[in-house]
């Protein structure tokens, strides 16, 4: 499960192939709290529901959660609704990037390292304004 300043991005790739296919610029954005606008039921590691979204995950490449918000009409009931918390997205400089048919890897791989280096400096300049602490720092999974 994400935590906050925990991002699954590192092996993540594709959108900066289409970038660089489509010459696209690279805009880093972060999303402060969006971890918390629903509930997910973490399973114990050695409980059968866990073992089933392993298994399941292994399969199909992705993980079933159970997870819920508040009702349609009540904050105190639960249903599908986001819970009422307030999310802060922040919009960093455009990263332009050179127009290549067939990206190799070296060139994705370049531009996906200065996205990620820009998404840090993005998340370090605002994470505290956004109500986390100093210490906190984003880590790429």
């Avoid at 790739?13 to 918390?36: C, I, Q, T, W």
């Avoid at 392993?54 to 993980?63: N, V």
């Avoid at 531009?111 to 820009?118: C, D, P, Q, S």
Wanted: aromatic share 12%; charged share 20%; glycine share 6%.
């Amino acid at each position: 499960m994400a935590s906050q300043g925990s991002l699954t991005l590192r092996n993540r790739k594709g959108f900066v192939r289409l970038a660089l296919r489509h010459r696209a610029s690279l805009v880093p954005v972060y999303s402060f709290v969006e971890n918390d606008i629903f509930r997910v039921k973490a399973f114990a590691p050695d409980s059968w529901e866990h073992l089933f979204q392993i298994t399941f995950k292994k399969l199909m490449g992705i993980s079933p959660c159970i997870f819920w918000g508040r009702g349609l009409f009540s904050n105190k009931s639960w249903g599908l609704m986001p819970l009422a918390r307030p999310v802060t997205t922040v919009v960093g400089r455009p990263i332009p990037v050179p127009q290549c048919p067939q990206p190799t890897e070296e060139q994705v791989d370049h531009y996906h390292t200065l996205y990620m280096k820009a998404l840090e400096q993005l998340f370090e300049e605002h994470k505290e304004s956004c109500g986390l602490p100093a210490s906190t720092r984003l880590t790429f999974i």
